[in-house]
């Protein structure tokens, strides 16, 4: 059986993406803000998925879809509404958001206009039988030293989260 | 059959597509077919028969982020621990040891929690709970 | 096969999966008001149909016909939304779970299952974790102070137990090497000494079965972890607001969560459908199913057996329980196994 409509999977997984990226900065509603940027994670997993590495598209959806937007939902219910609908929704900083975006759009072009060379004549190997085994090969293996530093992050971060939130030490 | 690798995925799709159709389906039948008599009673929110008292967007006990922010901390550790499984057979006894430094260092994130009283849920009775 | 003889063989193997899945639903629902009424010297439903058999219809037409009351204080589109999220992720974790082998139809080979991916463990754990969306949006868009309250509680418990679910599970996938559920039960097939079964609930993973199983309990909101909608103190929960169909698919997504956490039990600690073979090849074909409904049912039963049978826990209890001894459990039990493999190997 032929690949099923990849190029159409892709645009419509991108354009998922996209759009709700940019459902994410315009509602004025947290809430929306906070499920459309579910949305947009989720379309990155599958973005992952066609990118033979299904570990790491569900990787994604358990950890940001499923975890972290967890999180951002329960500060998001103690916004009023009311109140948030009001506000400003853009400050005057769009000056250097313009200047961010550009640089990192000229960034993007460059990496692009480099590196044609290295993606074109490549065969797509098919991984996906041994994806998690490759990741883990890797992980556990070359970059060890790198794993166990990921270890150390997490207890920074563990302490991190209950120094912000006590009231003394 | 779907020997094509994104043939296997396709069918969560149309399952969660469907899913969704019949989701969309019950609410938009329940809401044809029922019928509606609206009284203010009925509107207001459920009190126990009090007269409601203010709205309920308030402000709770700063506990639930720190427990969501701790389950993505342990939910990070867990995904690391999966691909390291799957392999485990294959790094015999040096992934034992690799993986026992990991786990022994994010323990000591953990009883320094346990010790801060941050899962401690009874409130002043414990002393240290003040979170 | 061509590509829309696929789509067609997909859609009707989603279509009959939906179906079966709500038919049990509906009938452990029955089951439940059966059993639970026999454990309170109780006969449980008994008017409609021989043994009340045609309640879950008679259940199912009332909750249409009943006002569907949309109440002027709610967040309208999220408080419509949120009972579709949570019947939505329920109905769809079921997708990649098989329920027997391989059979061959005419000449169409096809797995008991709706798709069997590589990923199989992770994409129902994903889609369980995407679960709690339905319940915490219920809670917060009913605007009301006991929906607030059961819904918070409910996602603290279910993010803080699907860590000890999690773990509990990497036993399993240290003896079996692979994220795809058709390959964990297949690792559990055959015996020890020719009568005990290597089930992983056999290879030393006791502890962690029942660890998945608390913690289970936990995620699906059931009996004695069933604070959020802890009717002495919170009316009914997130779900207080809801009238109608609406009140009823909180309950669908429960069931169907509860018939997902039974199958993958079977599937990671029972074997899956393996048992005795005997008989006529067509009897043969049918009894790896009929062993995995059986313990499929089995789990169901104990479900309802503790719902008749626990008091409800505290909710600091409920934390404790869960952070400072499901976890540490689950830690134990994953180094003590890596330790015993890594030595074998």
Redesign the interface.
């Known amino acids: 059986?032929?690949?099923?409509a990849?190029t159409f999977?892709f645009y419509f997984l991108a354009a998922v993406t996209v759009l709700s990226g940019v459902l994410v900065i315009t509602r004025r509603n947290p809430?929306h803000s906070a499920l459309a940027l579910?949305l947009a994670l989720l379309g990155q997993a599958g973005l992952y998925?066609?990118l033979?590495a299904?570990?790491v598209?569900?990787?994604q959806?358990?950890?940001y879809?499923?975890?972290?937007?967890?999180?951002f939902?329960?500060?998001i219910?103690?916004v009023?509404?009311e109140k948030s609908q009001k506000e400003e929704q853009f400050n005057n900083m769009w000056i250097v958001g313009l200047l961010a975006a550009l640089a990192l759009g000229a960034l993007f072009i460059g990496v692009y206009v480099k590196g044609r060379d290295l993606f074109a004549g490549r065969e797509v190997a098919?991984p996906?039988?041994s994806?998690?085994?490759q990741?883990?090969?890797l992980?556990?293996g070359n970059y060890?030293f790198a794993?166990?530093i990921?270890?150390?992050l997490?207890?920074v971060?563990?302490?991190g989260?209950?120094v912000m939130?006590?009231?003394?030490i | 059959m779907p020997d094509n690798y994104f043939a296997r995925y396709l069918p969560i799709l149309i399952h969660f597509s469907l899913a969704a159709l019949l989701a969309t389906a019950i609410v938009l039948l329940s809401w044809i077919i029922g019928y509606r008599r609206p009284t203010r009673a009925k509107l207001s929110p459920y009190e126990c028969g009090m007269t409601p008292v203010g709205d309920a967007r308030q402000r709770f006990s700063v506990k639930f982020y720190l427990v969501a922010m701790l389950f993505i901390l342990f939910d990070v550790e867990a995904v690391f621990l999966y691909p390291w499984a799957v392999i485990l057979r294959d790094l015999k006894m040096f992934g034992f040891w690799e993986m026992l430094v990991y786990i022994g260092i994010v323990l000591v994130g953990f009883f320094y929690i346990w010790k801060k009283g941050v899962l401690d849920w009874g409130g002043a009775s414990t002393g240290r709970g003040e979170v | 096969m061509n590509l829309t003889t696929f789509i067609i063989v997909s859609v009707i193997k989603t279509v009959i999966a939906l179906f079966v899945l709500l038919t049990a639903v509906a009938y452990s629902v029955w089951l439940e008001r059966k059993v639970v009424g026999h454990i309170q010297n109780r006969w449980g439903p008994t008017r409609v149909g021989p043994f009340g058999l045609l309640q879950p219809l008679a259940d199912g037409a009332k909750f249409l016909f009943k006002e569907d009351l949309i109440p002027p204080h709610v967040y309208k589109p999220l408080y419509i939304a949120a009972p579709m999220l949570a019947v939505m992720f329920a109905l769809t974790s079921i997708s990649v779970i098989p329920i027997g082998n391989v059979v061959t139809i005419g000449n169409i080979k096809t797995p008991l299952q709706i798709t069997d991916v590589n990923i199989g463990l992770l994409i129902v754990l994903g889609i369980t974790s995407l679960g709690v969306y339905g319940v915490a949006l219920a809670g917060w868009s009913s605007n009301s102070k006991y929906s607030l309250l059961g819904g918070l509680r409910a996602s603290a418990q279910m993010v803080s137990y699907e860590i000890s679910l999690g773990l509990s599970l990497v036993g399993v996938l240290i003896l079996a090497g692979s994220f795809s559920l058709r390959a964990i039960v297949d690792a559990q097939a055959g015996t020890f000494w020719g009568f005990i079964p290597r089930w992983n609930i056999f290879q030393g993973q006791i502890i962690a079965f029942f660890i998945y199983l608390t913690a289970a309990y936990a995620e699906t909101n059931r009996v004695p972890f069933d604070l959020p909608e802890a009717e002495t103190e919170l009316v009914a929960g997130y779900h207080t607001e809801y009238s109608a169909m609406k009140f009823a698919m909180f309950f669908m997504a429960e069931y169907a969560n509860m018939i997902t956490v039974a199958c993958l039990a079977s599937l990671l600690f029972l074997g899956g459908w393996h048992g005795p073979l005997f008989g006529p090849p067509l009897l043969q074909a049918i009894l790896p199913v009929f062993w995995f409904g059986l313990r499929v049912f089995m789990f169901l039963f104990i479900y309802i057996w503790v719902r008749g049978t626990l008091p409800r826990f505290r909710y600091d209890q409920l934390m404790a329980f869960g952070w400072k001894f499901l976890l540490p459990m689950a830690i134990a039990n994953l180094v003590i196994t890596a330790l015993i493999v890594a030595i074998r190997s």
């Open positions: 059986m032929q690949p099923v990849t999977f809430v579910i998925l066609m033979y299904p570990f598209a569900g990787v959806i358990i950890l879809a499923g975890g972290i937007m967890v999180l939902l329960f500060v219910m103690l009023s509404i098919l996906e039988q994806n998690t085994q990741i883990a090969i992980l556990y060890m794993f166990e990921a270890s150390l997490l207890l971060a563990i302490i989260a209950v939130a006590k009231k003394r």
